[in-house]
Each structure stands twice: as structure tokens, then as C-alpha cells.
């Protein structure tokens, strides 16, 4: 009895310790004061997509998720599944009856073995693995998705930044046609009606000045939700902030090979159909039985003598062979490989939308900017000459330069739709396509291959 009890409290200590570890104020806290240190340390440089990627890998909110949900599935992955416990049962058995003058008390122990026969514990740490990995791979979708994010999001910034800068000169040459106006009413060849509208445009300008750089805010604010960096520090753009975009659209069957190769949500599904295969494998396995004995120690009542027993068992399976989770996995793995097959549709789709989107509003951009902006400066260049030859007003040469001022404006507008569907068209293929200037690394730029970043030792 002894002996049992000195046992069984060796194993019990054996146990890992409850380690409490609240959530306290000091730990929001702490996050504003990590927040503050990385804004001093990056000052007032300028942001690269690089650095932003760099940021994101290393402190954005959702890819940290994703590498704390891998964690949690890599340590359970970590640790081998364990044979089942042994039992053990002890007590005393009492005699009864005429002939029974010694031993009317005596002790007996049992102990139980079961030893499985189907390898199912193997096949549980196949499925721990696998899950493990479905993790990682979903990290790593995360992240890369995130990363086309981000590229989109770097880019709404940039060309915030450079309409902000073109409703600066809008708003600068609303002034000086103001200016002008003014002057015009003095030489007696303008109204003040004439006046009062380059007033109200100018001060339409000036609201519409403020707008641009709300947009700014949003863009950056935007930027900062991603990287977890005060979005004050991310305003700063190196000059060539956009990308440079390609002549053609790339071939349908060529995306296709890349959406193969490289669409995060495809491999994602990839990694979740092996864990069902896994599942499924792991279930046939638990329809044979495990192999159960148990030795048996005791002195017979009544007598003066010891008893040991030994017996083997095993369950037969005449009515429960885990026909239900078998029939569970299999449709399991037919539900993931109809996930695969839809969501391959839905990518298509995506794919054949953007397409069309970037030749439509690419014939639009080039027409805006090889067509209308020449014609409008044009104008202004005729307005000008056409006042020297007397043929033409001030009036009316004013209102030549506040529409080149509007077309500036709308080709502006249409870069940003052809910047914008590249970058749809990059979400819908799920890996980049364009070249950003400032962070050039030859090709169309590589996606993140895994979250590990050599130089911190952090991340997978």
C-alpha cells in the first residue's frame, strides 16, 4: 500500500504546474510605448515598401495571430502521443462461510495494461503534424496576403500624396487666375461677375484642397492598421513611390500557371484537404481493436496461500467499428476537395474581372493622358496667342487654363484607377505583378517565401 501510494504521488508531482499569467492595463500600455519606440527610430526617413514589408512581418497585428495559432498547433504537434495510462486497483476481499478460521481479510492488486495493436497513435501524430502545418501554411497565407495588401495600400498613399500635390498647383493657379481676374476688372475687360466666379472656384479649390489631404490621412491611416506604426510617420515617400506598370496584360494561361503555383488561398485549402486525409487514415485505424491485460495479485481467504493472475483481452468489434467518424472523414475530404474546386471558380472569376478592368481603364488612362492633356494644353497655347492677336479675351483665356487644370486632375484620377486594378488584378492572381521604382529587385517582385527574418531571429 505504501508503494502505491509513494507511486502514485511521484507521478502526480510529475504534472506540469498551473502558471497563472492575467492581462493587466500595463500590457496596453506597453503597446503604445513599443508603438512611440519604433516611430523615434524611424524618425523622419523616408518609407520604402521595403521597410513597410519589413514592418509588417516583424509587427502586424494579424500575421502575429497567425504565428500565435501556429505556435499553439506546433505544440501540440510537438509532444508524441502517449499510450494509454495503465491502471491499478487495490482493496481488501473478505471470506465468509463455515471453513473459514484464517484469512477473513485479505489484500489483493490488480493492474491494468492496454497496448494499442492499430498504430493509431502514429497516425494521431500524423494529424498533430499535419494541423501543425495547415497552420504554418495558413501563417504564411496570411502574411502574403497581407503583403498584396499592404502593396495596394502603399500605393493609395502614394498617389494620395501626388494628388494632394497636383491640388496644390490647382489650387496655386486658381489663386492667379483670381489674381488675374482682378487685375482684368482694373483694364475694364472684365466683369465682376467674371470676379466672383474664379472666387468661387478658388475657394471650391481650397475645400477641395482639404479633401486631398483627408485622403492622405485615410491612405496613411489605412498604411498604419497594417504595420502597427503610428501612421504620422508613414507620410514620408520616396519620389518614385509608384510602381512602374506593364505594356500588356499579362496571358490568361499564363496567370493561371501562377495562380497554381502561387495563390495563397489555393495552398491553404492544400494543407487543409491532408489534414482530412490524415483524419480519415487516423479513423480507419481506430476500427481495430487495442490489446488490454492486467496481472492480478492477492491471498486466497481461508487459506494460506498467495494467487497471481494474468489475463489477456480484447474487444471485439461486432457492432462499433467507428463507422460514424469514418463516414464523417470521408465526406470531409470530399467537402475540401469541392472547397478546392470552388474556390478555384471563384479566383477565376476574380481573375477574368481584373483582366478586363486593367485593359478598359488602361485604353482610358492613355487616352487621358495622349489625347485630352495635349489638346487641353493646346488650348491654353491658342488662348495665348489668339489674346496677342486680339481674337481671343482674357476671359476666355482663364477659362482655357482652369479646364487644363481640370484635366490634370482627371489624369491623375485615371492613374490611380490603372495603378488600382493592377493592383486587383495582383489580389485576384495572388502574387505580384508590377515593379515599384524605390524598391526594385528585378522581375515583377517576389512574394514572401516564409516568415522567418534572419536578421531578428524571429517569426517561423
Request: charged share 25%.
Amino acid at each position: 500500500m505504501a508503494a502505491v501510494i509513494g507511486l502514485w504521488l511521484t507521478l502526480v508531482l510529475g504534472c506540469t504546474p498551473y502558471s497563472p499569467d492575467p492581462l493587466l492595463d500595463s500590457d496596453f500600455h506597453a503597446v503604445a510605448s513599443e508603438r512611440e519606440k519604433v516611430d523615434a527610430e524611424h524618425g523622419s526617413a523616408e518609407l520604402s515598401l521595403t521597410k513597410a514589408a519589413e514592418w509588417l512581418r516583424r509587427r502586424g497585428p494579424r500575421v502575429r495571430e497567425a504565428l500565435a495559432r501556429y505556435r499553439t498547433a506546433l505544440a501540440r504537434a510537438g509532444v508524441r502521443s502517449a499510450w494509454p495510462n495503465p491502471g491499478i486497483s487495490l482493496g481488501p476481499q473478505f471470506g465468509f462461510g463455515p471453513n473459514v478460521d484464517i484469512n477473513k481479510v485479505a489484500p489483493f492488486v490488480n493492474l491494468g495494461v492496454t497496448i494499442p495493436l492499430s498504430g493509431r497513435l502514429a497516425k494521431q501524430d500524423d494529424v498533430n503534424a499535419a494541423v501543425a502545418e495547415a497552420a504554418r501554411v495558413d501563417a504564411l497565407a496570411t502574411f502574403r496576403e497581407l503583403y498584396l495588401e499592404l502593396r495596394a495600400r502603399y500605393l493609395r498613399l502614394a498617389i494620395a500624396r501626388e494628388r494632394e500635390v497636383v491640388r496644390a498647383g490647382v489650387l496655386k493657379g486658381a489663386a492667379a487666375s483670381m489674381a488675374a481676374a482682378d487685375d482684368l476688372v482694373v483694364a475694364g475687360t472684365a466683369t465682376a461677375l467674371d470676379v466672383s466666379l474664379f472666387q468661387l472656384e478658388h475657394a471650391r479649390e481650397r475645400s477641395r484642397m482639404l479633401g486631398a489631404k483627408l485622403a492622405t490621412s485615410n491612405a496613411a491611416a489605412d498604411l498604419s492598421d497594417l504595420v502597427a506604426v503610428s501612421a504620422a510617420r508613414l507620410g514620408v515617400l520616396p519620389e518614385a513611390a509608384l510602381p512602374s506598370l506593364p505594356e500588356k496584360v499579362p496571358p490568361a494561361q499564363g496567370l493561371r500557371d501562377l495562380i497554381v503555383r502561387e495563390h495563397p488561398r489555393l495552398f491553404r485549402i492544400r494543407a487543409e484537404y491532408e489534414v482530412a486525409e490524415r483524419q480519415l487514415h487516423l479513423e480507419v485505424t481506430k476500427q481495430y481493436p487495442d490489446l488490454s491485460f492486467g496481472p492480478s495479485f492477492g491471498v486466497e481467504t481461508g487459506e494460506r496461500k498467495a494467487m497471481f493472475g494474468l489475463a489477456f483481452g480484447v474487444e471485439l468489434p461486432l457492432f462499433d467499428r467507428n463507422q460514424q467518424a469514418v463516414a464523417e472523414a470521408i465526406k470531409r475530404r470530399e467537402e475540401v476537395r469541392t472547397k478546392y474546386e470552388s474556390e478555384a471558380n471563384r479566383i477565376l472569376t476574380a481573375v477574368e474581372r481584373a483582366r478586363a478592368t486593367v485593359a478598359l481603364v488602361s485604353a482610358q488612362s492613355q487616352i487621358i493622358r495622349e489625347q485630352v492633356l495635349p489638346a487641353a494644353r493646346a488650348n491654353v497655347e491658342i488662348a495665348r496667342k489668339s489674346l496677342t492677336a486680339g481674337s481671343a479675351t482674357a476671359i476666355q483665356l482663364l477659362d482655357a487654363e482652369r479646364s487644363l487644370r481640370q484635366v490634370q486632375l482627371e489624369a491623375v484620377a485615371a492613374r490611380l484607377a490603372e495603378q488600382l486594378a493592377w493592383s486587383d488584378l495582383e489580389k485576384a492572381v495572388g502574387h505580384p505583378l508590377v515593379e515599384f521604382q524605390a524598391d526594385s529587385r528585378g522581375g515583377a517582385g517576389a512574394p514572401p517565401r516564409d516568415l522567418t527574418d534572419k536578421r531578428q531571429g524571429d517569426g517561423l
